[in-house]
């Protein structure tokens, strides 16, 4: 039959059963496609994101296409032969036949929905153009730089909108770059350029109209769970590519991870629509670690496999064969954790129920400790039962209160014993460390002697303490004895109750006082702490140790020595996530 003929004669009548045919049997076929995916996905989990968004596209594409390669071969055979189907005369299918037009309705219907859903992210998209306001010159600039860095010629404006949760990319041909206005104000200038790079990336790779066609796919195939699939893990595999372009760029990827966990810990004001390519977008932790500690590019014959692979699924699906089944994706949670790539230099996780050494690095190094040592100090003022309603007098002995922000010690102020504790763990006051050891029973001397007892009589063989604040240097233990520490200290309930609050209100001299707990992820969504200490010096750089619970255990970590609090916290957050993460696989 001609071309010209078959059109002649195809009317509705034959076009409508055809289609329903074609989605039926795309039930099955997009099982296949899924599938194969799944193992190519699976292979190629150590190779760099682009293989694996490839394969996602790929199969995305092979989607679209065998339902319509299947409907114009149907069309081409006639209404007699329509289905392979119908080419035996039982009851069964005559039925099915007959359902045909309401199928076809009911498609028809959902892809009416999804394409309202399409056409209101895009009048989204566009109210967002008209709302935004030009950005300051010197930001502008930057980006401009940035974009010249990054191989774009093309003019690229930067804007600003108040409602923005996180930098978003609009656009095609005349792309722009939307900036919340919090963030200029609310992020260091190195990790929000950062965040840019993230976007110019999605600029150069035309990101914005790759994800309007995959939308226009979920329109059309909204009714298999494969495509859904598919598409949600084709975002996550280009937001990691532009995470590694970004890196590229920067020529420092811990920059760009530390930009994305500060992203993560500020809360969108604004629901933003799968339009827009955004920094906030796929999975954070996984990027983070991705770029914290890159695994090396896979090579050889598993850059083969995905032609070849799909290749046999493509000869599967001519030869209309059954589904395969799927590989499940099992990660070894040990050898993730053993793995987890963190900044601090000494790190432990210790099961508190168990005793087991869940993670660790370098934990054996005598290195120091800073002010994690006011655990000792008051773990010692606790032991000797004193009167925390005794007011003690602060004097110029307890040290200097402007080599410390934000004192709330004076010289001549009298505080209960009590609110010098609170004082010495929460907000991590010196001088109230240092006036709870001049008043110890017998002064500085005898304190200092019940120091060295109690880190005798909690076995801490390899822990030196010289002063009670932890602002000498010569203060110096373990991660492996920080732990011991931690442990011990959690059998005070006075400890654990104060270090386990984000904030606490105090009388200090006739005023009510609020204080901070230094360790901002206390009472944090997604945290459950049951006691935290941290420590800051140039010496001992960021440290931090606390006992929470996580993935269903009660477990000590122990961070010595990072590079700053945002770093420190970084860690403790890899660090819960995949115990988390552990604990979901095991059940």
């Keep these: 039959m001609s071309l010209s003929a078959m059109s002649m004669g195809m009317d509705w009548h034959a076009v409508v059963p055809a289609l329903g045919w074609a989605l039926l049997y795309f039930v099955w076929q997009a099982l296949v496609v899924g599938a194969v995916s799944a193992i190519l996905l699976w292979l190629l989990r150590h190779a760099s994101a682009r293989w694996r968004y490839a394969v996602c596209a790929l199969a995305l594409l092979l989607c679209l296409c065998i339902p319509v390669l299947h409907l114009l071969y149907l069309l081409g055979q006639g209404p007699a032969q329509g289905s392979p189907f119908m080419a035996a005369p039982a009851a069964w299918r005559a039925e099915l036949q007959a359902w045909m037009p309401a199928l076809v309705v009911a498609w028809s219907a959902g892809v009416g929905l999804m394409s309202l859903r399409l056409g209101l992210g895009l009048a989204w998209v566009a109210r967002l153009r008209r709302q935004a306001v030009a950005a300051p010159l010197i930001w502008q600039a930057r980006l401009d730089a940035l974009a010249l860095r990054m191989g774009l010629h093309r003019a690229i404006p930067l804007k600003l909108h108040a409602g923005l949760g996180s930098p978003v990319v609009l656009g095609c041909w005349r792309p722009i770059v939307l900036l919340p206005a919090s963030l200029l104000s609310g992020m260091p200038v190195p990790l929000l350029e950062a965040l840019l790079a993230h976007e110019l990336a999605h600029v150069q790779r035309w990101d914005y109209l790759v994800n309007l066609l995959q939308s226009l796919v979920e329109a059309l195939l909204f009714f298999h769970p494969v495509v859904w699939w598919l598409s949600a893990r084709m975002r996550v595999e280009r937001e990691l590519v532009a995470d590694e372009l970004a890196a590229q760029a920067l020529q420092d990827p811990q920059q760009l991870a530390t930009a994305l966990h500060e992203l993560s810990r500020q809360a969108a004001t604004l629901s933003q629509p799968g339009l827009a390519m955004s920094a906030r977008g796929g999975v954070l932790l996984t990027r983070i670690r991705r770029l914290m500690a890159p695994v ?54 210790f099961d508190d129920a168990s005793g087991k050494v869940l993670m660790a690095k370098d934990a054996d190094a005598v290195v ?75 002064g500085s001397a005898a304190f200092h002697q019940a120091l060295q007892a109690k880190i005798r009589s909690l076995g801490l063989t390899r822990t030196a303490l010289t002063d009670a604040v932890g602002s000498s240097p010569a203060n110096t233990s373990t991660a492996t004895e920080v732990a011991k520490i931690v442990a011990a200290a959690a059998r005070y309930p006075d400890i654990a109750r104060i270090t386990s609050h984000p904030q606490a209100s105090v009388a200090v001299d006739g005023k009510v006082r609020t204080l901070h707990n230094t360790n901002p992820l206390v009472g944090g969504k997604g945290w459950d702490i049951l006691l935290s200490k941290t420590g800051s010096s140039n010496e001992a750089g960021s440290c931090l140790t606390m006992r929470m619970r996580s993935g269903g255990k009660n477990v000590t970590v122990v961070l010595l020595d990072a590079d700053g609090a945002q770093r420190r916290s970084l860690d403790a957050g890899n660090i819960r996530d995949t115990l988390a993460g552990s604990t979901g696989h095991m059940h």
């Design 296 to 349: 090396p590019d896979t090579g050889g014959w598993k850059l083969a496999l995905p032609a070849l692979l799909l290749a046999c699924a493509t000869v599967l699906l001519q030869a209309h064969g059954q589904p395969a089944v799927s590989a499940a994706t099992l990660a070894d949670a040990a050898a993730g954790m053993l793995e987890l790539p963190v900044n601090a230099k000494h790190m432990l996780v």
């Design 368 to 442: 120091p400790i800073a002010s994690i040592t006011k655990l000792m100090t008051a773990m010692v003022v606790l032991d000797a039962g004193l009167d925390p309603d005794e007011r003690l007098r602060i004097v110029r002995a307890d040290g200097d209160s402007s080599l410390q922000r934000h004192s709330l010690l004076a010289d001549g102020v009298a505080v209960p014993r009590g609110v010098l504790l609170q004082l010495a763990l929460l907000p991590s006051e010196n001088r109230a460390a240092a006036a709870l050891a001049r008043t110890y029973p017998g």
